[in-house]
């Protein structure tokens, strides 16, 4: 019997399984992709005015900090730095004077002719560059007028990466310990001044005070070690001129 195919019958091609799948799942990812965008819109949509007002505050913010560092932050440190040339004056007047020093370095403190000093600078002027120095300075200025406690205090105050003055002003609260006569303390200030930051200058003079102190305190051991860092890695500096003597007393004091 003849097999007849009816009108507008189409034939169909043989499509392998893994291709249907394939097919289903990429329609399949476009659907949820869809359906989270959907989604997403309409959260957009529900919260755009607490997003708006979010956006907003992030505007706001970045323009006032621009403000604040334009229209206050930087001429408060030009008026700081500024005002703090005055004083610096007359430290540097005492530092080089043989008579009047304590005068000196008390007006470099306390300021003059309506000039404000390293005290006041330190205050108005917190948080500017040139109110930490005035940290600095009061306090060299108190240790060197035999005020201890409040150089410890200004100089705890100060801060500072610079490879001098941050270990000097840790060498400096060493120093006023050490005239306290609490050597442990100082012992403790003049080692981190050592550590700070390795150089030659500073590194070396802090190990030779860390030394003589840990000796004073009976720990010959501790100030030999100490002496004998000097000479292995700082030879050239002044403070290795007499290490070997230095060296020599710790061990005969064992």
Do not use: C
């Amino acid at each position: 019997m003849a097999t007849y195919k009816k009108k507008g019958q189409k034939k169909i091609k043989n499509v392998p399984v893994d291709k249907i799948e394939e097919e289903s799942a990429t329609a399949e990812v476009f659907k949820n992709l869809d359906e989270t965008a959907s989604k997403t819109e309409q959260w957009v949509e529900k919260n755009q005015k607490p997003i708006f007002s979010g956006l907003l505050l992030v505007v706001v913010v970045i323009l006032g900090y621009l403000a604040y560092n334009n229209y206050i932050l930087e001429p408060k440190e030009q008026e700081a730095a500024n005002e703090l040339a005055f004083p610096k004056i007359d430290f540097e007047k005492a530092s080089n004077a043989t008579t009047a020093v304590d005068s000196l370095y008390t007006i470099a403190l306390e300021g003059t002719n309506g000039k404000y000093g390293f005290v006041d600078i330190a205050d108005k002027y917190s948080g500017t560059n040139a109110g930490n120095l005035a940290n600095y300075y009061a306090g060299i200025s108190f240790l060197r007028v035999k005020q201890y406690d409040k150089a410890i205090s200004y100089l705890e105050s100060f801060s500072s990466n610079d490879a001098l003055l941050g270990p000097t002003a840790l060498g400096a609260i060493g120093d006023a310990f050490a005239d306290l006569g609490q050597s442990e303390d100082a012992l403790s200030y003049y080692e981190q001044a050592a550590k700070s930051n390795d150089n030659a200058t500073t590194t070396p003079l802090f190990l030779l005070k860390a030394g003589n102190t840990a000796l004073e305190l009976g720990n010959a051991q501790k100030a030999e070690d100490l002496f004998t860092e000097i000479k292995d890695k700082y030879a050239s500096s002044s403070a290795a001129q007499n290490i070997e003597m230095h060296i020599n007393k710790a061990k005969y004091s064992k």
